[in-house]
């Protein structure tokens, strides 16, 4: 019987300690190492007729663990720069959302004709809601929030890109 309560005894002492611990990681913020900008490229936004709007920096989301993590985690991004996720094909994109991202972007949706197909502004941070494109786009550029509209960028404009 003693041998039993003591085996309880230490069981329960391991569990109190595990759950203690966990506890513990429970409360504890997460902190990330800050994400720094990495130019791959340029982008440009023309009108219909080809006059150049804007010109931007542009960092590139290719694999599937840039395009999963996209701009998450940072907490400023400069008004000349954006990240271009780039697809194999071009087909409805429904799965963007704000998780963890610190920063209002819009999301212009572009087509494998280099066409601005969609565009999805003000995109509130930390929103886990979809922003599904209301068109196929094989590219999606993200820019901070309020830039498409400031710019005068629409759906028909063109990009042109150059990659590093």
């Known amino acids: 019987m003693i041998k ?5 005894t230490l069981v329960g002492g ?8 966990n506890e513990d990681a429970k409360n504890k913020p997460v902190t ?15 009108n219909s007729e080809r006059d150049t709007l804007k010109q931007l920096e542009i960092e590139t989301a290719v694999s599937s663990y840039e395009q999963q993590t996209g701009l998450m985690y940072r907490k400023t991004m ?4 954006g990240m271009l996720f780039i697809y194999e ?3 409805p994109r429904p799965n963007f959302y704000m998780k963890n991202t610190h920063i209002a972007l819009d999301l212009v949706y572009i087509n494998k004709n ?3 197909v969609d565009i999805q502004r003000d995109a509130k941070p930390f929103d886990e809601t979809p ?4 068109a196929p786009a094989k590219y999606v550029l993200e820019i901070n929030g309020g830039l498409a509209k400031h710019w005068n960028i ?11």
């Open 4 to 8: 039993i309560l003591r085996s309880f």
């Open 89 to 91: 094909e071009e087909r």
């Open 78 to 81: 400069q008004e000349d720069r």
């Open 154 to 164: 629409r759906e028909g404009d063109s990009v042109i890109f150059y990659l590093d």
């Open 32 to 46: 990330t190492a800050e994400i720094t900008f990495k130019k791959d490229g340029e982008l440009y936004f023309l």
């Open 14 to 21: 391991i569990v109190l300690l595990f759950t203690a611990c």
């Open 131 to 134: 922003i599904p494109s209301q």
């Open 114 to 116: 280099n066409k601005v």
